[in-house]
């Protein structure tokens, strides 16, 4: 199995940006696909970015398609999602998580979860 923590949230205005990471540990990283979650308060975890085992491919959820940009070193197992533009309504706690290929793009086909970390928008 494999254990993820994330790291980079913060308090950041509107339009400022972030970078989140994702440490993994365990087995070897680069046989995972990997995702983007987060959850905003009284609502449902939602998807927001994918990328291949290898990084060769990427998919964005519509809202933040342009804005964030995901990515990952696995030479250093980790995984990162650049946030740019930030809005008040990107506030979540974001969710790094993996499974084995083929990559997905929906809460349930995870199995791996890190613990999340906060990302607040101020407006």
């Known amino acids: 199995q494999v254990q993820l923590v994330e790291s980079g949230g913060g308090l950041v205005q509107a339009g400022g940006s972030l970078r989140l990471s994702c440490a993994a540990s365990?087995?070897?990283?680069?046989?995972?696909?990997m995702g983007w979650f987060r959850q905003a308060p009284g609502k449902e975890r939602e998807f927001v970015a994918a990328?291949?085992?290898?990084?060769?491919?990427?998919h964005y959820a519509d809202s933040v398609k342009g804005r964030f940009t995901i990515s990952r070193d696995n030479a250093k197992n980790t995984m990162y999602l650049q946030m740019n533009s930030l809005k008040p309504e990107d506030t979540a706690v974001y969710y790094c998580?993996?499974?084995?290929?083929?990559?997905?793009?929906?809460?349930?086909?995870?199995?791996?979860w890190g613990q999340g970390t906060q990302v607040t928008v101020s407006s």
């Open positions: 998580a993996a499974k084995i290929p083929p990559w997905a793009f929906s809460v349930p086909e995870y199995r791996y």
């Open positions: 365990g087995r070897t990283f680069s046989s995972y696909a």
């Open positions: 990328i291949t085992w290898s990084g060769g491919n990427t």
